[in-house]
């Protein structure tokens, strides 16, 4: 006797419009990308013809991409790694305190409740090279004999965006990881201090194993957020001085309205998609 299996409908429908957006949002701009980036698709030019792989070897065949795909490296990985180690340190630290827990995480989260356009003017404010409240403040205190040029001298302004976005970022880390280590039993360290175990091995055996998932796909999420990151940087240098902060997003942003080259410019989209699925399953191997 055939058993007949009841479709769930309902289930779908709930899912139906999330399914939509994503879509709508994600899955057309990928394709739409992926089709423009084999054609010579101009912002001005109405028509356009295809070209299959033209630009992906014009663009492979760029210094200047190269330079800018260091950058995005480099501009990740020093996030990532400013905003882990403050983050982490910072959820320890307030998962000890008794009193005013919730006041520390409060203080601690402000930076990353702000939008990124009030981040970056807030500090192109401070940081400004003539009136800005840093570089006076430095002279003032004789720390520095001339005014600091954060973000114009090329020499200062790679690290100044990473710290303003460390200082960005840690934020998320610090409030995922502290919800991560609020769930772990009492009772296993206490055990643990009874058997004689030291403060590393508590935290080596009982710590890290309770929060490691939850690192592992902050990892990965930062890594694809940072590797991305456009607005900070467009807003704070522009991509300058002379391409020392051009990230590939940059990059991009400026081949599509600059020189009005929409295809390139998918042509470039397309090859940090995949450079970043790539990351992503080396990530989620290891994890």
Known sequence: MKRKVKFDYAR???????????????????????????????????????????????????????????????????????????GFTAALAINRVKIGKGIYRTLMIIPWAFPSIVIALSWKWILNGVSGFLPNILVQLGISSELPQFLSDSSLVFLTLIFINVWFGAPMIMVNVLSALQTIPQDQYEAAQIDGASKFQQFWHITVPHIKVVVGLLVVLRTIWVFNNF?????????????ATTTVPVYAYNMGWGTKLLGRSSAVTVLLLAFLLLVCLFYFTII
Do not use: C, R
């Open 12 to 86: 779908w429908i709930f899912v139906l419009p999330a399914l939509l957006v994503v879509g709508i949002l994600l899955v057309y701009p990928i394709f739409s990308s992926l089709y423009y980036s084999m054609t010579t698709k101009h912002l001005i030019k109405a028509s356009y013809d295809f070209i299959g792989l033209e630009n992906y070897k014009a663009v492979l065949s760029d210094s200047n991409f190269y330079k800018a795909f260091l950058t995005s490296i480099l501009w990740t990985v020093g996030s990532l790694l400013g905003q882990l180690f403050i």
């Open 231 to 243: 607005d900070i940087i467009y807003l704070l240098t522009g991509g300058g001085p002379a391409n």
